[in-house]
């Protein structure tokens, strides 16, 4: 870093100010940004519509903010969303547009892993695992095992991934924009269910509490820099898994600090497609998504669930 | 007799043959490989399910019916939808076995004396916050490196290792159902008993098949509040109470195990409730054992079952009037030995998993001709 850079990024650093990598205090307000772009969306046009959601997010230059998030010595974990194959998972261009920006801002490329479950869901999803060299990483907990530590936490005890614990100093939370069966939705919060060897279990009453109480988890929310909510093909009904009858292109990343914030306005996209095609809201089919009122109570204090306290901004 | 040189090797084949074989199969020592990848899922269609609609399924094994979408697991972990048909991945994969005394699971009126061939795959239809054997039952097949093992290779193994019984045991045998069914009638095959260890979370149907391959049920009966089973459990209570009455009418050889924990299932109205529910609907003969309860798992606040807690529900049962009440975990405590319900002689002296039998004679106790019951032989 020369002095032009040192005085430049001390000056982004001061301008976004020091709550940048602060989590989000429920109460204030959050600002959840759609970018929504049209036409075919490529590597190059995710970019934009990433670099152009990064900048209403944020109020600063998108080069700017990632480099004033990541930087030499990072390494990121990319927490993609896989168990739905090619059809319905985190698309490839997003990831390949995010591990660009992450470069560009300093983090070797193999300090960026990209990471699910398992090995054979991410091939699944059609993306080519690698664990070793100078490249990108990408592979499943399966590759390196859970921590071996139980760790209970509020109503919550599971093992979790090394990935999470031992190997990534940040997280970029990249879920998908889908409904699902039993918990109504799954979105940025519910994505972590992928980091612990025992999800089945949680899955009663609708994920409620326990989503919400996973999220709690320091590792989780202090790690977790941003979630960047893979909306370019999504899915109303029929989720978890691909039912392409049920997806319609929305062709829009959605963008928060506020993983609550930002899952209680999939939702609400996700409810207002429903009502247009003539399906019953996700309370009346008996799976709404209360976890994410949850994970804003007093208890939880994860972020706004509270329309009046969201900003959502169309891009 | 005239010997030939044919008749001379004959002879001292023989034995030979009848001096070293029992020898090999004393030395017997099962060697199952190890799978070589976890993740290499074997597949076996599940036996008890119900297709729907955009290729779901609803498992019927056990009372959570989970409906299971495509790609996706039910609440054990263990079995997947994979385009609309459902699959047990723990068939033929144990993630442990052991050659264990019958009384270790316990089951105190079987072959006493005898061991139990016990295995067990790893996943389980509840969470209960004690368990002892969580690392095998909270996890998925992925997360372990089993053993292959066919049923037929059990069977034999429970044969070959001097085993009355094959046992199943340690996690959860419901959630293993087709292994352990395949397993019970290759063992039948070879004379070999099955006996399965259970939290009786199993719907009707397929507990009154699985019967037919049967011979001795144990019921983990957890706690006899519903609060304690949806709090404590991830579990519901009717369900266990059903398959209890079901055993009972069934008329397989049942023993229940009530493991006290402290503050949360040993209060003598809730222990009082149970001998009277179980006096009524069972009968005084079903052995039931108060054993001992040490932190583990997600329950590791609370400290180990004092030994006058037990005795505590011990008195209370016997008051009731059950006749076979035990304390378990307690090694050296009297309440292990069986007693004559009518002359009060001790017929089966027990310490720790060590057993004498010392009164029963074909079922009946030699001092006063009770018959005592259970499976003796």
């Known amino acids: 870093m020369d002095r032009r850079d040192f005085l430049k990024r001390a000056i982004l650093g001061a301008a976004l100010g020091p709550g940048l990598l602060r989590p989000t205090i429920a109460g204030t307000r959050s600002r959840v940004v759609v970018s929504v772009g049209k036409g075919r969306l490529d590597e190059g046009a995710v970019g934009v519509l990433l670099d152009r959601g990064i900048e209403v997010l944020f109020g600063a230059k998108a080069k700017d903010v990632w480099q004033e998030l990541f930087g030499p010595g990072d390494v990121v974990g990319l927490k993609v969303n896989c168990l739905a194959g090619r059809g319905m998972s985190t698309r490839k261009e997003l990831v390949g547009a995010v591990a660009r920006r992450l ?4 983090v070797r490329p ?6 699910d479950r398992a090995n054979a869901d991410l091939r699944k999803a059609g993306y080519r695992t690698n664990r070793g060299g100078n490249e990108l990483q990408c592979y499943g907990t399966d590759e390196v095992g859970y921590y071996p530590a139980l760790i209970q936490h509020m109503s919550v005890g599971s093992l979790f991934s090394r990935i999470l614990i031992e190997q990534c100093t940040k997280v970029i939370n990249l879920p998908v924009l889908k409904d699902h069966g039993i918990c109504g939705v799954t979105l940025g919060m519910k994505n972590f269910f992928g980091a612990i060897h025992n999800p089945n279990k949680y899955h009663d009453n609708a994920g409620d509490p326990y989503i919400a109480d996973l999220n709690t988890l320091p590792f989780i929310r202090q790690k977790t820099v941003l979630t960047i909510l893979d909306g370019l093909l999504a899915q109303y009904e029929g989720g978890p898994p691909y039912m392409p009858q049920w997806t319609w ?7 928060s600090k506020d993983v609550v914030a930002l899952d209680y306005t999939g939702w609400q996209i996700i409810e207002k497609k429903r009502a247009e095609k003539g399906l019953p809201s996700l309370r009346e089919a008996g799976r709404e998504p209360l976890y994410i009122l949850t994970a804003a109570d007093p208890q939880h204090r994860l972020g706004n669930a509270d329309p009046s306290l969201i900003e959502v901004i169309y891009v | 007799m005239l010997w030939t040189r044919r008749s001379f090797v004959k002879v001292t084949l023989s034995a030979s043959a009848a001096t070293f074989l029992p020898c090999l199969v004393r030395s017997y020592f099962p060697r199952f490989p190890r799978e070589d990848d976890p993740t290499d899922e074997s597949l076996t269609e599940a036996r008890h399910y119900e297709k729907l609609p955009y290729k779901k399924i609803r498992c019927v094994l056990c009372p959570r019916e989970c409906v299971v979408d495509d790609q996706e697991r039910g609440y054990c972990g263990v079995r997947e939808n994979r385009g609309g048909k459902y699959y047990t991945l723990v068939y033929g994969k144990p993630c442990t076995w052991h050659v264990d005394p019958i009384e270790k699971k316990p089951l105190f009126h079987f072959l006493p004396g005898t061991k139990a061939f016990s295995i067990s795959t790893v996943g389980c239809n509840v969470e209960c916050h004690f368990c002892q054997n969580w690392q095998i039952s909270q996890i998925r097949p992925e997360q372990s490196t089993d053993y292959i093992a066919s049923p037929l290779e059990i069977a034999r193994a429970a044969y070959y290792t001097g085993c009355e019984s094959i046992a199943y045991t340690y996690a959860e045998p419901v959630i293993f159902y087709e292994y352990m069914y395949d397993c019970a009638v290759e063992g039948h095959r070879r004379g070999v008993r099955s006996v399965m260890i259970s939290n009786g979370y199993i719907n009707p149907e397929p507990m009154r098949q699985l019967c037919d391959v049967l011979d001795a049920v144990k019921i983990d009966f957890k706690a006899y509040t519903e609060r304690f089973y949806s709090n404590v459990c991830h579990g519901h209570l009717r369900p266990v109470l059903d398959t209890l009455v079901l055993l009972k009418e ?16 040993d209060s003598p109205d809730e222990i009082r409730s149970m001998c009277r529910w179980i006096i009524e609907e069972l009968g005084p003969d079903v052995p039931l054992h108060f054993t001992r309860f040490f932190p583990q798992y997600k329950l590791r606040n609370l400290p180990p079952t004092p030994v006058k807690t037990l005795e505590r529900a011990w008195k209370i049962a016997k008051g009731e009037g059950l006749n076979f009440v035990y304390i378990g975990n307690v090694p050296g405590h009297k309440a292990e030995s069986t007693y004559c319900p009518s002359c009060g002689r001790r017929l089966i002296y027990r310490i720790g998993y060590m057993t004498e039998v010392e009164g029963l004679r074909d079922g009946r106790c030699v001092y006063c001709g009770r018959e005592i019951p259970g499976v003796w032989k």
């Open chain 1, 103 to 106: 470069i560009s801002a300093g």
């Open chain 1, 110 to 115: 193999e300090d960026i892993v990209i990471w």
């Open chain 1, 249 to 255: 292109p929305f062709g829009a990343l959605l963008l």
């Open chain 2, 250 to 265: 069934i008329g397989i050889w049942f023993e229940m195990v009530y493991l006290v924990i402290p503050t949360l299932n």
